[in-house]
C-alpha cells in the first residue's frame, strides 16, 4: 500500500485524515510535538515520530523512516502555528512571533517537502499544503499567519510548475471547531464550526481526482463527482 506523511497529525485535520487514511489501508509516518497525543491518535499501520518539524534532525527522522518503508507517495505538510493568542495588529507583532510563524508554516514546509521530493517523484506522488482564507483576505490580526500561508500558497504554486508529473495542492479547509480556531477566537464559541472529519472526504476525493495540480477550497471539492473550482 502507498505511504503517507502528515505532519502535526496529533489533532485535528491533521489527526482526522491519517485516521481515513489508515482505514484505507495506507502506511503512515505522522508527526507533532506532542507525544503523548501522538500516540493516542495513531492507528495500527502508522509510525509515530514525535518532534517538531522545524528540527532539521526531526525532518531527516521523517524522511528516513518514509524511505525505510517504501518512500512516501503522498506529503501533507499541516503543522502549523497561529503565533500570538489572541492575534496582535501589525503594529504590535513581535519579530519573534513572525519569525516562529513563517519558520513552522513556510521554511519547514519547504524543507521536508523538499527532502522528500526524490520519493515523492519515484512513487508518482501527491503533495498536499493545508491553506487558509487568511492566504488571501486581509483580516485583522491575521497578518502573520496569513502571510505565512500566502507564502505557502506561492512555494505550491512553484513546485507544480516545476514538477509537472508531480501533483502539487494547496487547500483551504474553511473554519473547523479546532484548537487552533479556538486559538484564534479565544472569546468565542466555536461549536458552530465543521469537526475536521467533516473536511476529510474532500481531500480524499482530491486524492482519488485527477484535477490539476492548483489551490483549492475544499467547499468546492465535491465527494460525488471529483469536480473543483480553481482560485
Known sequence: MPLAVITGASRGLGAALAHA????????VVDARDAVALEAAVGDRTLAVPGDVTDPAHRSWLVAT??????????????????ASPQPGLADLDDAVL?????????????LTRDLLPQLLTNNGCVINISSDAALEPYAGWGAYGASKAALDHLTRVLATEQPTLRVYAVDPGDMRTQMQQDAFPDEDISDRPEPAAVVPRLLSLLDGSLPSGRYRATDLSTDRLEGSRV
Not at 518514509?66 to 503565533?83: D, I, P, Q, R, Y
Request: without cysteine; glycine residues 10%; proline residues 0%.
Open 21 to 28: 487514511l489508515d482505514v484505507r489501508g495506507w502506511d503512515l
Open 66 to 83: 518514509a524511505a525505510e518503508h517504501g518512500g512516501a507517495a503522498l506529503l501533507v505538510n499541516n503543522a502549523s502555528t497561529l503565533g
Open 99 to 111: 519569525a516562529d510563524v513563517l519558520t513552522t508554516n513556510v521554511l519547514a514546509a519547504h524543507a
